[in-house]
């Protein structure tokens, strides 16, 4: 039924919003909008409306994005259940408005309207990972932060961290040749690592039960060449995942065989009958 529609009604709300108000409601005859948004999280509700009334919300969450650009950098330092939070700022706003929590639907706002460079936040609680977000605003009344405020910084946090509760999933091995073998396997997800993840180890023994010396790698890698492997032997691998505060469980043990005779490569001989 557009061809009935006057107009549309767009409330764009700040998650966390913790203003007493409900957001300003824009009314505009367009159906799009430019509105200039920082970093924190934000929900979009729109309607339609015509001589009859006004139809029901559509809600949209604005998907999280990552700034490569931005003007400064965060420093948090734990304190117990507490952070520090400290950073040098590029100019002098009006004030900061701060955003802390685990995700969009666990957020806390602070406005900073004082002339400092750090601050203190609290009800950190140990292993979880927690996203801290700085904003710079000329305007400082509640329900004004939208459009006005600029993103000065991001970065994230662990008040404790402890090691992995899992180890990666779907471990498999691959290219399997007299020699060498390839294994592969699917990162840890970040709400079992518990800190952040520095790497992975593998390790993995031979049928005499002889150990191989554990391989180290970074946290972006995800496969593995297994090299100077003896022929005809099973092997059994595990990988595990580590933190600052330690190596986590490893895999369940994962077996594969070297062949004897290397790569087998099929061979098609073909014969053919002549009439006499």
Not at 118 to 124: E, H, K
Not at 187 to 193: G, Q
Not at 224 to 250: C, D, M, W
Not at 253 to 261: D, G, L
Request: aromatic content about 10%; some cysteine; proline content about 5%.
């Amino acid at each position: 039924q557009s061809e009935n529609i006057l107009g549309y009604f767009v409330n764009v709300e700040r998650i966390p919003n913790s203003c007493s108000h409900s957001p300003n409601r824009i009314s505009l005859k367009e159906e799009n909008i430019l509105v200039n948004l920082s970093m924190a999280y934000y929900r979009v509700n729109i309607s339609a409306y015509n001589e009859a009334g006004e139809s029901p919300r559509a809600i949209y969450i604005v998907p999280e994005f990552s700034g490569t650009d931005l003007p400064g950098q965060i420093h948090v330092k734990s304190q117990g259940t507490n952070a520090v939070v400290t950073w040098t700022p590029e100019y002098n706003p009006k004030c900061f408005v701060v955003d802390w929590g685990t995700g969009k639907e666990d957020m806390h706002m602070k406005i900073v309207t004082t002339a400092t460079g750090n601050f203190t936040l609290d009800n950190f609680q140990p292993y979880k990972l927690y996203k801290i977000m700085v904003h710079a605003s000329d305007v400082c009344q509640c329900e004004s932060f939208i459009g006005h405020e600029k993103t000065f910084g991001v970065t994230h946090f662990y008040s404790v961290e402890g090691v992995p509760r899992t180890g990666p999933m779907n471990v498999t091995i691959l290219n399997i040749t007299k020699h060498s073998a390839v294994v592969k396997w699917t990162e840890i997800a970040v709400e079992d690592r518990l800190g952040f993840l520095q790497g992975y180890r593998i390790s993995y023994t031979d049928s005499s039960r002889k150990k191989s010396p554990a391989v180290t790698l970074d946290s972006s890698t995800t496969s593995y060449h297994l090299t100077g492997l003896k022929e005809k032997t099973t092997y059994r691998v595990q990988i595990s995942g580590f933190t600052s505060a330690g190596e986590g469980p490893l895999t369940l043990s994962q077996p594969f065989s070297t062949p004897k005779y290397g790569t087998v490569k099929l061979l098609c001989i073909c014969i053919t009958q002549h009439e006499s």
